[in-house]
């Protein structure tokens, strides 16, 4: 099935590691090689890998639910309604010809700009949003909107300030101490 297993971390049934591609990740080289002489062939390969946290918590806020502009939600981005979101060249732009019509599951605008003040705040690849679009509303008006779903720090919210919303739940601290590895020796294997 192309599937290979991996030894990447020492004495952890528990490790979870993910291969990435940011930038301040530090990558790994190997230079491998198959036959001799004249049949030898080389690959390099190079790769980032860091470790996985399986787990985080996640505050929901009413954005996800917030639409005082009335944007119609068209569901899956793939559906018929759908694709007119972005049908015709429609890019998000701040006129009736190329703002979005409506919204579907990728491209969710539904908040209105005002709500925060200031740029986005330390982006990431888990924040699924991009700055300020065009939505058309249900009458065709066009609203200055930005992304309703989940970010990892809001944008400065006008009398509260950044919030963050996402909180990775971090592995125990205690491997490799003496009670660590005691306690990994009473588990029960099946």
């Known amino acids: 099935m192309g599937t290979s297993t991996r030894h990447r971390g020492f004495a952890d049934e528990s490790i979870f590691m993910a291969m990435a591609t940011q930038p301040k990740v530090a990558e790994t080289n190997l230079h491998h090689c198959k036959g001799r002489g004249k049949q030898k062939i080389c690959v390099d390969f190079i790769q980032k890998w860091t470790y996985a946290?399986?787990?985080e918590i996640i505050y929901l806020t009413p954005l996800s639910k917030l639409n005082?502009?009335?944007?119609?939600?068209?569901?899956?981005?793939?559906?018929?309604?759908?694709?007119?979101?972005?049908?015709?060249?429609?890019?998000?732009?701040?006129?009736?010809?190329?703002?979005?019509?409506?919204?579907?599951?990728?491209?969710f605008y539904h908040t209105p700009v005002e709500t925060f003040?200031?740029?986005?705040?330390?982006?990431?690849?888990?924040?699924?949003?991009?700055?300020?679009?065009?939505?058309?509303?249900?009458?065709?008006?066009?609203?200055?909107?930005?992304?309703?779903?989940?970010?990892?720090?809001?944008?400065?919210?006008?009398?509260?300030?950044?919030?963050?919303?996402?909180?990775?739940?971090?592995?125990?601290?205690?491997?490799?101490?003496?009670?660590?590895?005691?306690?990994?020796a009473t588990k029960v294997y099946f």
Request: some cysteine.
């Open 117 to 184: 003040s200031g740029a986005e705040v330390g982006t990431d690849a888990a924040d699924k949003k991009r700055g300020s679009v065009g939505v058309l509303d249900k009458e065709g008006n066009v609203r200055i909107c930005v992304a309703s779903g989940t970010r990892i720090f809001f944008p400065n919210i006008p009398g509260v300030g950044v919030l963050r919303q996402r909180y990775p739940i971090l592995p125990v601290a205690g491997e490799g101490t003496q009670v660590w590895k005691e306690l990994e």
């Open 68 to 107: 005082p502009y009335n944007v119609e939600y068209k569901g899956y981005q793939w559906s018929k309604p759908g694709k007119t979101v972005t049908a015709g060249g429609r890019n998000g732009g701040k006129t009736k010809q190329t703002a979005y019509d409506g919204s579907h599951t990728k491209l």
């Open 53 to 55: 946290i399986p787990m």
